[in-house]
């Protein structure tokens, strides 16, 4: 990578987070693939070249567990999906120029190279570890065969993940009072030897490559928490036979398979490889990305000069994947000596209705659904796209969307391009013959650099609105300057309002192409404009549009009430059957349950789109409290008066706790207080300060430990 500013003199790829082949895709899967897709055609739109690809994940336990219940062998059922995959990412305008699978000979071979290289520069060893075993089946037990207890936050786990917790990586035999899920008895611990990659040799480069890395910021903070202290080692062989085989070269790998972190995003180099084998390494060098000349490139130490030759490798993932990609894949790379990502991108979940997608309850909407409906797959791209910044969650609701397509793109952007084009057509055949004005060309070029800039930021939500920005600023002008009454009165004026209002249509569909190519597409035909918008510049958006053009058909069409209305139901009526069938198994997870992982499982409001900075952060004085006494306010049914001893002093405090908690039982609880929050006066009674809480009963929020009364919040 060079770091140098976009565009650069290196080929790039985008990648996007592999889809695993075992189950059907829903809207929050298809996030990652549309902020990914946009990004690419951004990048290829200021001129860097650009490949997009990604692959299905075909190996792992789920999918074998999952096969054997159907009673096919595990390459079939996933080659199903990743075939189902491959033909619905089209179906979103998700263009990949690789889309290709991990079992495939190229991303094999690929993988096994990996390790070689890691053996032969002594990054792996062996060791005996303690790995779960079903005693009933007397047989070792892979990650997602066991269940049990993180042992970092005491929460519910999978064998190689805290997926309900706190997010971490899991290593065979760390997990707390095993379970086997293949009995639902308890597991026992073996002993079993097994390869490690040493992550401590590449400590100090993991440190260098998060400073260096670009992306969310997610991706760039949260890793450093996990390479602090001694960083452990990580487990790249599994008990199983589906997945790619350890190398028969390399010694002691007998009956092993590679994890499935390992050739998982091994398929992102082999796919960029695919795509140029194809194309040619004229068009498109996938070495000149990914690869780095030079036996001294497989060191632990970073070297300025490292990759400058090289390309820039942008990765798009969710932020549940984000310690895969930030510390054990540049690791992998580094250990090869190949290239380090430029850029990690990580997107934030998908609600449904406020509340959280979860596909174990039905509640969710589905890609097919999507399709099935009927919309155009640009709407939904512009939704997602426009929801929110790319690492802050997003909320799909099928009222929503209504709101804002017909709002925001047939309100607002159809309506002006119509009103335009129709008068142009009507009155001049096309194009009137008159020079754009200086006003106009100026806000064309302010927003061509805007869009330069959110694509250097990677910032797709801007890059979505820019466009829509422009054509409400056309809707003003001309509304504004009314060339209908013009024509006759200033016949030269209207000419010139007209002819700023057909450059400004076209200078959107060279705008909004990135996010709404198929609509780009129909408008630039509607302009008369020869070949297609996606090969053309930035600068187009200021050259001249044809003289002449046939008559415009609206580009957007609204959404009817009845057409939702029929989606919410359809979608409440699937959650309630979910929510009975859940209930008539005893409570658990429904019937049929595919083991597909849900961000969350309570409730939840969207997250807040307005972000604070870290300096208004710090001024938000938050301290360790314990309630000292509580007692009802007179004539509130729902307040209590409480007296919360801070360390510096006591607090009084007025809380709407009395119908959620029983007000004898709180004294001697540990909170958390909001001390530096405005005085207020409720009832008669000064409060000063605000005790924190979830939700709607009022969780109290306390520390896991003790705390002294008084400690900052930090």
Same mark, same amino acid.
């Given at each position: 990578?060079?770091?140098?500013?976009?565009?650069?003199?290196?080929?790039?790829?985008?990648?996007?987070?592999?889809?695993?082949?075992?189950?059907?895709?829903?809207?929050?899967?298809?996030?990652?693939?549309?902020?990914?897709?946009?990004?690419?055609? @951004?990048?290829?739109?200021?001129?860097?070249?650009?490949?997009?690809? &990604?692959?299905?994940?075909?190996?792992?336990?789920?999918?074998?567990?999952?096969?054997?219940? %159907?009673?096919?062998?595990?390459? %079939?059922?996933?080659?199903?999906?990743?075939?189902?995959?491959?033909?619905?990412?089209?179906?979103?305008?998700?263009?990949?120029?690789?889309?290709?699978?991990?079992?495939?000979?190229? /991303?094999? +071979?690929?993988?096994?190279?990996?390790?070689? @290289?890691?053996?032969?520069?002594?990054?792996?060893?062996?060791?005996?570890?303690?790995?779960?075993?079903?005693?009933?089946?007397?047989?070792?037990?892979?990650?997602?065969?066991?269940?049990?207890?993180?042992?970092?936050?005491?929460?519910? $786990?999978?064998?190689?993940?805290?997926?309900?917790?706190?997010?971490?990586?899991?290593? *065979?035999?760390?997990?707390?009072?095993? =379970?086997?899920?293949?009995?639902? /008895?308890?597991?026992?611990?073996?002993?079993?030897?097994?390869?490690?990659?040493?992550?401590?040799?590449?400590?100090?480069?993991?440190?260098?490559?998060?400073?260096?890395?670009?992306?969310?910021?997610?991706?760039?903070?949260?890793?450093?928490?996990?390479? %602090?202290?001694?960083?452990?080692?990580?487990?790249?062989?599994?008990?199983?036979?589906?997945?790619?085989?350890? *190398?028969?070269?390399?010694?002691?790998?007998?009956?092993?398979?590679?994890?499935?972190? =390992?050739?998982?995003?091994?398929?992102?180099?082999?796919?960029?490889?695919?795509?140029?084998?194809?194309?040619?390494?004229?068009?498109?060098?996938?070495?000149?990305?990914?690869?780095?000349?030079?036996?001294?490139?497989?060191?632990?130490?970073?070297?300025?000069?490292?990759?400058?030759?090289?390309?820039?490798?942008?990765?798009?993932?969710?932020?549940?994947?984000?310690?895969?990609?930030?510390?054990?894949?540049?690791?992998?790379?580094?250990?090869?000596?190949?290239?380090? *990502?430029?850029?990690? #991108?990580?997107?934030?979940?998908?609600?449904?209705?406020?509340?959280?997608?979860?596909? &174990?309850?039905?509640?969710?909407?589905?890609?097919? +659904?999507?399709?099935?409906?009927?919309?155009?797959?640009?709407?939904?791209?512009?939704?997602?796209?426009?929801?929110?910044?790319?690492?802050?969650?997003?909320?799909?609701?099928?009222?929503?969307?209504?709101?804002?397509?017909?709002?925001?793109?047939?309100?607002?952007?159809?309506?002006?391009?119509?009103?335009?084009?129709?008068?142009?057509?009507?009155?001049?055949?096309?194009?009137?013959?008159?020079?754009?004005?200086?006003?106009?060309?100026?806000?064309?070029?302010?927003?061509?650099?805007?869009?330069?800039?959110?694509?250097?930021?990677?910032?797709?939500?801007?890059?979505?609105?820019?466009?829509?920005?422009?054509?409400?600023?056309?809707?003003?002008?001309?509304?504004?300057?009314?060339?209908?009454?013009?024509?006759?009165?200033?016949?030269?004026?209207?000419?010139?309002?007209?002819?700023?209002?057909?450059?400004?249509?076209?200078?959107?569909?060279?705008?909004?192409?990135?996010?709404?190519?198929?609509?780009?597409?129909?408008?630039?035909?509607?302009?008369?404009?020869?070949?297609?918008?996606?090969?053309?510049?930035?600068?187009?958006?200021?050259? $001249?549009?044809?003289?002449?053009?046939?008559?415009?058909?609206?580009?957007?069409?609204?959404?009817?009430?009845?057409?939702?209305?029929?989606?919410?139901?359809?979608?409440?009526?699937?959650?309630?059957?979910?929510? @009975?069938? %859940?209930?008539?198994?005893?409570?658990?997870?429904?019937?049929?349950?595919?083991?597909?992982?849900?961000?969350?499982?309570?409730?939840?409001?969207?997250?807040?789109?307005?972000?604070? &900075?870290?300096?208004?952060?710090?001024?938000?004085?938050?301290?360790?409290?314990?309630?000292? &006494?509580?007692?009802?306010?007179?004539?509130?049914?729902? #307040?209590?008066?409480?007296?919360?001893?801070?360390?510096?002093?006591?607090?009084?405090?007025?809380?709407?706790?009395?119908?959620?908690?029983?007000?004898?039982?709180? *004294?001697?609880?540990?909170?958390?207080?909001?001390? /530096?929050?405005?005085?207020?006066?409720?009832?008669?009674?000064?409060?000063?300060?605000?005790?924190?809480?979830?939700?709607?009963?009022?969780? #109290?929020?306390?520390?896991?430990?003790?705390?002294?009364?008084?400690?900052?919040?930090?």
């Amino acid at each position: 990578m060079s770091n140098d500013e976009f565009p650069t003199d290196q080929p790039a790829v985008v990648t996007c987070g592999l889809p695993y082949a075992n189950g059907d895709l829903h809207v929050g899967h298809l996030r990652t693939y549309v902020d990914g897709d946009a990004l690419s055609r @951004s990048l290829r739109r200021i001129g860097q070249q650009t490949a997009f690809v &990604s692959g299905s994940d075909m190996h792992g336990t789920p999918v074998a567990v999952n096969a054997a219940e %159907e009673g096919v062998e595990p390459r %079939e059922f996933a080659l199903d999906f990743h075939e189902t995959y491959a033909e619905t990412f089209p179906q979103f305008n998700i263009e990949f120029d690789n889309y290709g699978h991990t079992d495939d000979e190229t /991303n094999v +071979e690929l993988t096994q190279e990996f390790v070689r @290289s890691w053996v032969e520069n002594d990054h792996v060893h062996e060791k005996e570890i303690e790995v779960a075993w079903d005693t009933e089946e007397d047989q070792p037990l892979p990650d997602r065969y066991v269940e049990g207890t993180c042992p970092y936050c005491g929460e519910q $786990a999978r064998g190689d993940e805290c997926d309900e917790g706190c997010q971490r990586h899991l290593e *065979p035999g760390e997990i707390e009072d095993p =379970v086997s899920t293949l009995t639902g /008895n308890p597991a026992e611990y073996r002993t079993r030897e097994h390869k490690f990659l040493r992550l401590a040799d590449f400590q100090e480069y993991l440190q260098g490559f998060l400073d260096r890395l670009e992306g969310t910021d997610n991706a760039q903070n949260q890793p450093r928490e996990w390479i %602090e202290g001694e960083l452990q080692d990580l487990c790249i062989t599994r008990d199983m036979d589906w997945g790619v085989d350890y *190398p028969e070269d390399v010694d002691g790998g007998e009956d092993l398979v590679l994890y499935v972190w =390992v050739d998982a995003p091994i398929e992102y180099v082999a796919s960029t490889k695919q795509y140029s084998e194809r194309v040619g390494d004229d068009e498109y060098d996938w070495e000149q990305v990914w690869k780095v000349d030079g036996e001294e490139h497989h060191g632990t130490e970073w070297d300025d000069d490292w990759t400058d030759d090289n390309g820039e490798i942008i990765h798009v993932i969710g932020r549940d994947i984000i310690q895969h990609h930030a510390v054990f894949w540049p690791v992998m790379l580094r250990g090869a000596g190949y290239n380090e *990502p430029r850029s990690i #991108l990580a997107t934030g979940f998908v609600g449904i209705d406020g509340k959280a997608l979860s596909t &174990s309850r039905n509640r969710a909407v589905w890609a097919d +659904e999507y399709l099935d409906a009927g919309f155009h797959p640009d709407l939904f791209r512009y939704y997602i796209a426009t929801g929110a910044q790319i690492d802050t969650d997003v909320d799909f609701s099928w009222d929503r969307f209504q709101e804002r397509v017909n709002g925001e793109l047939v309100g607002n952007v159809g309506n002006f391009i119509y009103r335009s084009l129709l008068f142009a057509e009507r009155n001049y055949d096309g194009t009137p013959d008159a020079a754009v004005s200086d006003d106009v060309r100026d806000r064309i070029e302010s927003a061509i650099e805007d869009f330069e800039t959110a694509v250097r930021e990677y910032d797709v939500r801007e890059l979505a609105e820019i466009a829509i920005e422009l054509s409400n600023y056309g809707n003003e002008y001309i509304q504004r300057n009314e060339p209908w009454n013009l024509v006759d009165d200033d016949p030269d004026r209207a000419e010139q309002v007209i002819r700023d209002c057909v450059q400004l249509t076209k200078a959107v569909a060279v705008l909004m192409q990135p996010v709404l190519p198929g609509k780009a597409e129909r408008l630039w035909g509607q302009l008369g404009e020869q070949g297609s918008v996606a090969d053309v510049t930035l600068d187009s958006a200021l050259e $001249a549009p044809p003289a002449e053009f046939g008559e415009p058909a609206e580009l957007f069409e609204q959404v009817e009430d009845d057409h939702i209305e029929a989606l919410n139901e359809e979608l409440q009526e699937r959650v309630e059957s979910e929510a @009975s069938t %859940e209930a008539s198994n005893g409570g658990g997870e429904a019937a049929g349950d595919d083991g597909d992982d849900d961000a969350e499982t309570a409730d939840l409001q969207p997250l807040v789109e307005d972000r604070i &900075s870290f300096e208004d952060f710090e001024g938000v004085d938050m301290r360790v409290g314990e309630i000292r &006494s509580a007692e009802p306010v007179e004539g509130a049914d729902k #307040l209590l008066r409480l007296e919360v001893d801070i360390g510096h002093e006591v607090r009084q405090v007025v809380a709407g706790l009395r119908q959620l908690h029983d007000a004898e039982a709180l *004294p001697g609880t540990r909170v958390i207080l909001l001390a /530096n929050m405005e005085k207020a006066e409720l009832f008669g009674i000064e409060s000063n300060g605000m005790v924190l809480a979830a939700g709607d009963e009022a969780d #109290l929020l306390t520390t896991h430990e003790d705390a002294p009364l008084g400690t900052r919040i930090k």
